[in-house]
């Protein structure tokens, strides 16, 4: 019996996140389903876990773990032997940070926002996440004109904070068509060994 669990939704882009990087790592971790459309991330002992009522959650032995990214940090420094996902050189962790507040922020305003409307019916204003996903992406392509990943040359957390979302950004109706820099990147984490996928939703252009 692992001592890893990991509560998820399928479908949420954060969930996935936690559960690529425990694929990449190879690790060996209890998947739980939690019913989100039946509110059981409200329930008083879901709530003992994370106050705030989301996932994911990761609990290891008598560590609870809130917050993707912060699974994400956890993950990194307690399972990767070589630290290359996090390195210890505090100018990498630097910019490592800086794209996981880019995954917080900007990826989480843009394309995940227009994903909750096409796909979870979420009452946001549909066209402005649509406007704040193409204005994150004309930069980051053009970051990425001669990068292979967002932090140096190997992949690292960075890359799996902010693949699930833009990689599913059709579903919320934000075009991925003029962005070849992010289509290369996207394949380029979809070719790791362990990655696993996401599950597609028939939402957006994809419909």
Known sequence: MSNLTLYRFTLSGHSHRAELFTSLLKLDVNMVDVALQNGAQKQTDFLKMNIFGQVPVLKHNDDIINDSNAILLYLAQKFDANRTWYPEDITVQAHIQRWLSVAAGLVASGPCSARLVTVFGAELDHQNAINIAHTLFKTLDAYLQNR?????????????????YIAHAPEGGVSLEQYPNILR????????????????????LLA
Do not use: C, H
């Open 148 to 164: 292979e990943y967002l932090v140096g040359t190997q992949p690292t957390i960075a890359d799996i904070a902010n693949f699930s």
């Open 185 to 204: 990147w996207l394949s380029n984490v979809r070719k790791l060994d362990g990655f696993i996928a996401m599950p597609e939703t028939k939402a957006g």
